[in-house]
């Protein structure tokens, strides 16, 4: 059952109607659980910004225009703990290789080891007898979204309570969001387990459950709440810092459109387009998950958006036709959103070497928002934080989003 339509006008919709609502209000009321059918408190459009079917920037406008950056303050920090989490994994591209590893070998684990396989399933399948986590897996396979708060108690009862690897939650959880993000996701399950602060970890206690949910639940004497932090598992040293040029497109080019950015018409393209290759990624082309589901009418309805506004035809393209795709258009450039460090990367991964061969280069345009907020993810969120409101605030006029600029390859990172 999907509760979000996958069009940027549903997009839109849901952040007019949470605007009013953006400032004190959802400061006061934002770790409220209220069920899966109240998300009046919080905004819930986090399957729309994963894609961009709206941007960061334009939901940062769109609420600044409305609230003072005081009131609005709480909002405007949580939109930027996603651009944390994604400029700390642009920074660190292989804590995504090592989870993707380690999720994997848990997986091939469970053939073998009994006792895991069997309190995995119990998780998976909601028959744990901890009635508010097995009413959130009901929750997260029905409607593909959870509340944050629910999110922290569910990921802290499965590692903590459960005992489980947090790598298999959240490979459960990216199997079944709707704005199932490698940045986000990864990170914030690390975070929870407390390996991003350094023994700092999230324990889920019965009192706060109750209260947040408004007694829908109350699990007391259920939970392991003196739990300690998971063992140190330091992270690899700052690899790559993103390189950033200025933009420098031809008069003609053609347009990639990818999962990670589904609103090409404000990346700042002034060039003629050609036509528009709309690329899938691996999972959503093999899955007919619900979050699959939303990914493929989200591309159908950017590729429409996209031509009609250029004016230029769209149509799915193998990756690896995209280079002779290009090559019979008779462009140098193959223009897209940039595509930060994940799955849709990976897929991409041999393109530039194909596209050079053709005579065609890959351009990525990175948006304003991440190229001034990135570079900031380097240690803790307070870096980023403390440079937040300045950033901010330079959108809360009404002029347009400064253009995205061009970054260089491989896939942004020098
Ligand atoms: C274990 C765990 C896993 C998570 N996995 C994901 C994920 O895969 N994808 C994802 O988008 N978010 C993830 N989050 C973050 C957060 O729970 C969701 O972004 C949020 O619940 C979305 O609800 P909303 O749109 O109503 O957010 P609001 O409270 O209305 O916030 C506005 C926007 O800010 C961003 N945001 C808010 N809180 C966070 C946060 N804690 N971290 C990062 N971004 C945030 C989202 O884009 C959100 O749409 C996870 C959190 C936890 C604890």
């Known amino acids: 059952m999907m509760l979000w339509e996958p069009t940027r006008e549903a997009a839109l919709a849901r952040l007019a109607e949470f605007v009013p609502r953006a400032g004190r209000a959802y400061a006061g009321t934002r770790n409220v659980d ?15 910004i994963r894609r961009r079917m709206i941007t960061e920037e334009e939901v940062v406008r769109a609420v600044l ?19 944390y989490w994604k400029g700390w994994l642009e920074m ?30 119990k998780a998976i399948e909601g028959r744990t007898g901890i009635d508010c986590f097995d009413a959130w897996v009901g929750e997260l396979v029905t409607y593909g979204w959870l509340h944050n708060h629910a999110r922290m108690w569910f990921a802290s009862i499965w590692i903590f309570t459960l005992g489980l690897p947090w790598q298999l939650g959240a490979d459960f959880f990216y199997k079944h969001l709707l704005d199932a993000d490698p940045a986000s996701n990864t990170f914030s399950w690390r975070w929870v387990a407390g390996l991003h602060t350094r023994g700092k970890h999230y324990v889920a206690r019965a009192e706060n459950i109750d209260r947040n949910t408004q ?27 993103p390189r950033y040029d200025p933009p420098q497109l031809d008069g003609r080019v053609a347009l990639l459109l990818t999962e990670e950015d589904l609103h090409p018409e404000s990346l700042g393209i002034n060039a003629e387009i050609a036509g528009i290759a709309v ?5 959503v082309s093999a899955s007919e998950s619900p979050a699959a589901s939303f990914s493929k009418a989200a591309l159908q309805d950017a590729a429409q958006r996209a031509a009609a506004h250029f004016n ?22 193959l223009v897209t959103g940039a595509v930060p460090v994940g799955q849709i990367a990976w897929q991409l991964r041999d393109l530039p070497p194909a596209l050079a061969e053709q005579g065609v280069a890959l351009v990525q345009l990175q948006r304003d928002w991440d190229r001034k907020l990135w570079p900031l993810a380097t240690a803790g969120f307070f870096k980023l934080k403390t440079k937040l ?3 901010a605030m330079e959108y ?14 491989p896939l942004g990172l020098s």
Do not use: C
């Open 312 to 333: 230029a035809p769209a149509e799915i393209v193998d990756p690896a036709q995209l280079a002779a795709w290009a090559k019979a258009l008779g462009v140098r450039q």
């Open 389 to 391: 409101p300045g950033i």
């Open 279 to 283: 690329l899938p990624s691996a999972t």
């Open 396 to 409: 809360a006029s009404d002029q347009p989003s400064p253009q995205s600029q061009q970054i260089s390859l």
């Open 65 to 83: 225009q409305k609230h003072s950056f005081a009131a609005a303050e709480k909002f405007v920090q949580e939109v930027a703990w996603r651009t």
């Open 34 to 48: 209220r069920g899966p059918l109240d998300r009046s408190n919080v905004s819930a459009l986090s399957p729309y």
């Open 215 to 241: 007694g829908r639940f109350a699990p007391y004497g259920l939970l392991n709440e003196t739990a300690e932090p998971l063992p140190e598992d330091a992270p690899p040293p700052l690899a790559v810092k």
């Open 92 to 121: 660190r591209p292989d804590m995504l290789v090592r989870f993707d590893t380690e999720r994997k070998a848990l997986k091939a684990a469970l053939a073998d080891d009994s006792n895991l396989n069997r309190r995995w399933q």
